[in-house]
């Protein structure tokens, strides 16, 4: 058994995992798991290399532990055996994204780090393009998702953390050439906060890529979310594009681009424009910039 599966094995807890396990397995259960039909071959195969030194052992870790992990959000991973996991949200589309923001040669040989990496599929998915370290935080049980994968994979240069955005201090953090953020500001209360947190672990020129739910118009403002969106209690903004980019650059960004925007889906049946709670559906949007 690795090192890395040694230290899991401590620190992973069945009943409680199996306790947060409920808190997210329940929510928009009408939502089909995007990656329910996905074949092993199908998965990305810079993944699949990450399991060309498997061996016995950690097929036998995998078989111990995956039942007990449930259903990921990011995916689909590739595991021993020929098996991908159960997971939520189809995530291989992603390489495609970062090539076509223009974000690749940040990426080789950068020090990167991942702000909210759930599973880790965008922690690994920077390595496997060539990133030197690739650090990935993560504050909730999902962390435990990305630790398993971390122990099967054994990718050098490649760690989690169990903390959050708020832990962010430059005096433990700093030098990073690369920031990932996506799926994120819309759930912080403080959205500015975060933005200068970023900043300040970020050396002069590097970049920041930011995704994000955006008015699906062209705004200087947005639009402070009261209850739930998409059945989700733990959205707070939906920002309008040219707003979140002039909070960039008050938090010392300049270069700052919008290179992908694509509408969304209301997932209200009955009105493809707006959602169950009455918010216009709006778009995601992926933002570039550079620290001053």
Not at 37 to 44: A, G, L
Not at 200 to 215: D, K
Not at 228 to 241: H, M, P, Q
């Amino acid at each position: 058994m690795s090192y890395r599966q040694k230290v899991f094995l401590k620190g992973f807890n069945k009943d409680e995992f199996a306790k947060f396990r409920t808190t997210y397995e329940s929510i928009n259960p009408d939502r089909p798991n995007e990656t329910s039909n996905v074949k092993y071959e199908e998965t990305d195969s810079r993944f699949r290399k990450f399991l060309e030194g498997a061996n016995s052992s950690t097929k036998s870790f995998v078989d111990e532990i995956l039942p007990h992990l449930g259903l990921f959000l990011h995916g689909p991973f590739p595991l021993p055996g020929n098996r991908v996991t159960t997971s939520a949200w189809d995530c291989r589309g992603k390489f495609g994204a970062y090539e076509a923001a223009g974000v690749l040669p940040k990426i080789a040989g950068a020090r990167v780090l991942d702000v909210g990496c759930n599973a880790g599929y965008d922690t690994f998915l920077m390595s496997s393009l060539g990133a030197i370290e690739a650090v990935g935080l993560e504050p909730h049980g999902f962390y435990h998702h990305a630790c398993f994968l971390n122990a099967v994979y054994d990718v050098p240069g490649v760690s989690f953390m169990n903390l959050g955005w708020e832990d962010l201090d430059p005096r433990y953090f700093g030098g990073f050439d690369f920031v990932n953020c996506q799926g994120l500001i819309y759930h912080v209360k403080e959205p500015m906060f975060l933005i200068e947190k970023l900043a300040s672990i970020m050396r002069p020129g590097a970049t920041l890529l930011m995704e994000t739910h955006v008015l699906s118009e062209a705004s200087t403002q947005s639009q402070f979310i009261e209850g739930a969106f998409w059945g989700d209690e733990t959205y707070w903004w939906i920002f309008g594009a040219e707003c979140l980019m002039g909070m960039l650059r008050s938090a010392g960004f300049k270069d700052i681009r919008m290179p992908l925007k694509a509408d969304c889906d209301s997932r209200n049946p009955l009105n493809p424009k707006v959602t169950v709670e009455g918010y216009p559906a709006g778009a995601r949007a992926w933002f570039v910039a550079t620290r001053s």
